[in-house]
């Protein structure tokens, strides 16, 4: 079987509740997973507690936690994972924001040290910040909000996020200069 043929076969399994066809699908796209994770991961500080890999792992718990997803494609599937990546980074941010607010100070193990989390604050503000204007966002526009998750946050292009949303390649070009002109507003960028 070809490899798209056993990623379609997979998402189809995986749609019926077969939890076993998700776990086989995740290795199989493993390294597309990581080139997302890579692109989203340039956008943040270096020395970030998250490497690529450990974004792509996990982005899979979240999406193992999940009772039962209708896949569509492998765009799809690459969809849901570039939000559930987002999700991480933005649990991230929230939390340091939390331990800035509660002194940030706790005791750590000298060996831990080096793995502690040292999100810049102003980084953090602008992940939480950007998070909530996706919110508004979705309330405004479900589409668009979809359509610049899987541009900015998945790096799809034109014809990935049109296959991902099964809508077309015009309509993505569209959503996207709107949505991006509507968060730009929004966070006075």
């Given at each position: 079987?070809?490899?798209?043929?056993?990623?379609?076969?997979?998402?189809?399994?995986?749609?019926?509740?077969?939890?076993?066809?998700?776990?086989?699908?995740?290795?199989?796209?493993?390294?597309?997973?990581?080139?997302?994770?890579?692109?989203?991961?340039?956008?943040?500080?270096?020395?970030?507690?998250?490497?690529?890999?450990?974004?792509?792992?996990?982005?899979?718990?979240?999406?193992?936690?999940?009772?039962?997803?209708?896949?569509?494609?492998?765009?799809?599937?690459?969809?849901?994972?570039?939000?559930?990546?987002?999700?991480?980074?933005?649990?991230?941010?929230?939390?340091?924001k939390?331990?800035?607010?509660?002194?940030?100070?706790?005791?750590?193990?000298?060996?831990d040290?080096?793995?502690?989390?040292?999100?810049p604050?102003?980084?953090?503000?602008?992940?939480?910040?950007?998070?909530?204007?996706?919110?508004?966002l979705?309330?405004?526009?479900?589409?668009?909000?979809?359509?610049?998750?899987?541009?900015?946050?998945?790096?799809?292009?034109?014809?990935?996020?049109?296959?991902?949303?099964?809508?077309?390649?015009?309509?993505?070009?569209?959503?996207?200069?709107?949505?991006?002109?509507?968060?730009?507003?929004?966070?006075?960028?």
């Open positions: 079987m070809t490899h798209t043929g056993e990623v379609s076969r997979l998402i189809e399994e995986a749609s019926r509740g077969d939890r076993d066809a998700a776990d086989r699908l995740v290795p199989i796209l493993y390294d597309e997973l990581r080139r997302m994770a890579h692109r989203r991961m340039r956008g943040e500080r270096s020395g970030h507690t998250l490497d690529t890999t450990a974004l792509v792992h996990e982005a899979y718990l979240e999406l193992a936690g999940l009772d039962r997803m209708e896949w569509r494609s492998r765009a799809h599937f690459l969809a849901v994972a570039a939000t559930a990546m987002r999700r991480v980074l933005v649990d991230y941010a929230v939390r340091r939390a331990q800035k607010r509660d002194g940030g100070r706790r005791a750590v193990p000298l060996e040290a080096e793995d502690e989390m040292l999100v604050d102003e980084r953090a503000d602008e992940l939480v910040a950007l998070d909530e204007a996706m919110r508004r979705a309330a405004v526009s479900e589409r668009q909000s979809r359509v610049v998750e899987c541009r900015y946050f998945a790096g799809m292009n034109i014809e990935e996020t049109a296959e991902a949303l099964q809508i077309s390649p015009a309509t993505v070009k569209r959503e996207w200069t709107v949505a991006r002109a509507w968060l730009h507003r929004e966070l006075g960028t």
